[in-house]
Nanobody
Framework: QVQLVESGGGLVQAGGSLRLSCAASGRTFSSYDMGWFRQAPGKEREFVAAISWGGANTNYADSVKGRFTISRDNAKNTVYLQMNSLKPEDTAVYYC????????????WGQGTQVTVSS
């Protein structure tokens, strides 16, 4: 079992920045790929970014490429999402998730943190 706790959300003006953190406990963090997802009101949850278990590979949704950066610190059991040049359409609840490095699905999810971008 992996427990995930997000933090760092809040209210920011358009063009501003936030850094989300996701602290993991439980099994070996470095064995898990990590992802960030988001869900806006009335919309389905969508993929934002992911990073491989060792940190060598990352990928991003087209909507956030060039603005968001995912990173991880395996010594601290933490994954980060640096969000720059925020737009009102980035407003959502952001969730981190863990997928065992040889698995297919994200099996463990955090409770989410609210990000609100004002125009």
């Amino acid at each position: 079992q992996v427990q995930l706790v997000e933090s760092g959300g809040g209210l920011v003006q358009a063009g501003g920045s936030l850094r989300l953190s996701c602290a993991a406990s439980g099994r070996t963090f470095s064995s898990y790929d990590m992802g960030w997802f988001r869900q806006a009101p009335g919309k389905e949850r969508e993929f934002v970014a992911a990073i491989s278990w060792g940190g060598a590979n990352t990928n991003y949704a087209d909507s956030v490429k060039g603005r968001f950066t995912i990173s991880r610190d395996n010594a601290k059991n933490t994954v980060y999402l640096q969000m720059n040049s925020l737009k009102p359409e980035d407003t959502a609840v952001y969730y981190c998730a863990a997928r065992w490095r040889l698995g297919a699905d994200y099996d463990f999810w955090g409770q989410g943190t609210q990000v609100t971008v004002s125009s």
